[in-house]
C-alpha cells in the first residue's frame, strides 16, 4: 500500500492543522493507520492510531485531548486533527499502516508497521 501526507505547514501556537493520508493499492479498511512524528534530533514518537477492527483509536500521552484521529474508509484517507497546538509539536509527521494488526501487536511501535509515508512537515511558532 502506498500513503501520501498532505496538510501540513506553519502555524501559530494554540492553532489548529488537519493532516490526510491518502492511502492506495491495498483494501484500507484491513489496516491499522497511525500517526508518528519525528522532531529534530529526536526519535520518532508515536501519535495516534485506527485499528483496523473495533473502531478503537490511541493517542499519545502528548497530544491526548487535543488530536484526533479519523479514518473514512469510503475514501481510503486518515485524518490527524490538531488543535491547541504547542511549539513542541513541531516535527515531520508520517502516516504508518500495518494490515490485520493482531491485538498483541503495539500499535505505538514504529516497527509494528510495513509501510509509511515521506512525511508531512509541521512547524507551529509562537
Known amino acids: 500500500v502506498q500513503l501520501v501526507e498532505s496538510g501540513g505547514g506553519l502555524v501559530q501556537a494554540g492553532g489548529s492543522l488537519r493532516l490526510a493520508c491518502a492511502a492506495s493499492?491495498?483494501?484500507?479498511?484491513?489496516?491499522?493507520l497511525g500517526w508518528f512524528r519525528r522532531a529534530p534530533g529526536k526519535e520518532r514518537d508515536f501519535v495516534a492510531a485506527?485499528?483496523?477492527?473495533?473502531?478503537?483509536?490511541y493517542y499519545g500521552d502528548s497530544v491526548k485531548g487535543r488530536f484526533t484521529i479519523v479514518r473514512d474508509n469510503a475514501e481510503n484517507t486518515v485524518y490527524l486533527q490538531m488543535d491547541s497546538l504547542k511549539l513542541e509539536d513541531t516535527a515531520v509527521y508520517y502516516c504508518?499502516?500495518?494490515?490485520?494488526?493482531?491485538?498483541?501487536?503495539?500499535?505505538?511501535?514504529?516497527?509494528?508497521?510495513?509501510?509509511w509515508g515521506l512525511g508531512t512537515q509541521v512547524t507551529v511558532s509562537s
Open positions: 485506527s485499528s483496523w477492527t473495533g473502531g478503537h483509536t
Open positions: 493499492g491495498g483494501t484500507f479498511s484491513d489496516y491499522t
Open positions: 504508518a499502516a500495518k494490515r490485520n494488526m493482531l491485538f498483541s501487536e503495539p500499535y505505538y511501535y514504529p516497527r509494528s508497521y510495513d509501510y
